[in-house]
């Protein structure tokens, strides 16, 4: 089989691990060779072309746009990102944690508590947290700039390749050209808006593709634009980790923290940081969401909230996780006791509760779980599932549902 349709195959079951039974999945899969030779033919004939986007509101944890690309466009960014992935991984500094494997935003609330704990000396010593945020960021990314920094990537990866007399894995032609495609694709042209206009009452311009200046803007839920904006900051990262030595440093894609001993230290790394981005990156620190606390005061970051010697979940996530116990029981309430849910409602209700005490186990949540799975779920939830340690719900072995 040709390498590129053999890595099409693999992109494909790639894109569709999180996306399976989505309508645009199915129908892709109702014809998956026919598709993805099709495909195929396309990208080796460079003749692909990007279709209409999505575009739509979510408003939880907060209001925020997307813009959800076809499914045969998934497969195509991860077919890129694969091929990328070895190139730009060894060269992003450890404490970048988005959108990489083995990172995530367990690994952030860690790394933070751990840096906590180091740069105080244990809790012996002061210290302070120096939190900030860059104001619409992926609104704010140049296009140019982002494909100027890839292709640069892929000379670097094969220069590093003739040095050992090797040629890399992929063809850079090719990955130039889909890169090309992607990153100046304009998803605004043609998309198809759901829901109702007045869903973007609110939202502010930065955080909209809408509003976005020339040449500037990536859709947010795209896994392009994810894996783009940690390449995008690796030099915001290098200036501060190697430039500045600032050894207690941590990011999550625009937040990012900076943890020292010296408060005035932290006071002057404010404006050093908003001249390196203004004039190095064309990229603006939020000027409301400078945080700089003693660490005893604790920080928010990635929905926990960090404090000495303990974590907790933030106050929003609790919110959101009792009203998914109050909509579950009212389900549970409605049925009389020989009506079996089916197995599709079951697996929902363990797949959102299971979601919630996944993240809560790794804090200091136990009377909170306590609470939740005890007192406030209904006990005629209990008929079907049932709670393991308080730290999972898992489905009856047995029980016969339609």
């Not at 998956?32 to 460079?46: A, P, Q």
């Not at 390196?276 to 970051?301: A, R």
């Not at 926990?304 to 996530?317: L, W």
């Not at 409602?345 to 005490?357: D, G, H, K, P, T």
Request: charged residues 25%; proline residues 4%.
């Amino acid at each position: 089989m040709d390498q590129l349709l053999s890595d099409l195959f693999s992109a494909y079951y790639d894109a569709r691990k999180n996306k399976r039974n989505t309508i645009n999945q199915l129908r892709f899969e109702l014809n998956l060779e026919k598709n993805l030779f099709m495909l195929y033919h396309e990208i080796k004939e460079r003749n692909y072309v990007i279709r209409p986007s999505i575009a739509f509101i979510v408003f939880e944890p907060v209001q925020r746009e997307i813009f959800a690309a076809d499914f045969r466009d998934r497969v195509v960014h991860h077919l890129v990102v694969n091929y990328l992935e070895p190139l730009y991984e060894p060269m992003l500094v450890t404490d970048s944690c988005s959108c990489r494997k083995g990172k995530g935003t367990l690994f952030g609330v860690n790394r933070v508590k751990r840096f906590m704990q180091a740069c105080s000396d244990n809790y012996t010593r002061d210290c302070y947290i120096l939190k900030l945020d860059i104001k619409g960021y992926f609104m704010s990314m140049s296009r140019t700039r982002l494909y100027e920094k890839m292709c640069d990537l892929i000379e670097r990866g094969q220069l590093k390749a003739a040095k050992k007399n090797e040629l890399l894995y992929f063809d850079p032609g090719l990955v130039k050209y889909l890169l090309k495609l992607i990153i100046f694709n304009d998803p605004r042209n043609n998309c198809i808006v759901k829901g109702k206009r007045a869903d973007w009452d609110g939202l502010p311009p930065s955080k909209s593709l809408f509003n976005s200046p020339p040449d500037c803007g990536f859709p947010i839920g795209n896994l392009t634009s994810q894996v783009f904006s940690n390449v995008y900051l690796h030099e915001l990262d290098s200036f501060i980790k190697y430039a500045l030595k600032m050894k207690y440093y941590v990011r999550y894609v625009d937040d990012f923290m900076v943890i020292h001993e010296d408060k005035q230290t932290l006071l002057n790394l404010v404006e050093v940081l908003r001249e390196f981005l203004k004039t190095k990156m064309s990229l603006e620190l939020h000027p409301d969401k400078i945080y700089l606390q003693h660490y005893t005061k604790g920080v928010q970051f990635l929905n926990a909230y960090i404090k000495p010697h303990r974590t907790y979940i933030r106050n929003r996530t609790k919110t959101k996780a009792y009203q998914t116990i109050k909509k579950w029981n009212r389900y549970f309430e409605s049925l009389d006791e020989q009506t079996l849910p089916p197995k599709e409602v079951l697996e929902e209700f363990r797949a959102q509760i299971n979601s919630y005490l996944g993240f809560m186990i790794h804090q200091d949540t136990y009377n909170l779980r306590r609470k939740m799975l005890l007192e406030e779920l209904s006990p005629k939830a209990y008929r079907y599932l049932y709670a393991v340690n308080l730290k999972k719900m898992v489905i009856k072995k047995g029980i016969s549902v339609s």
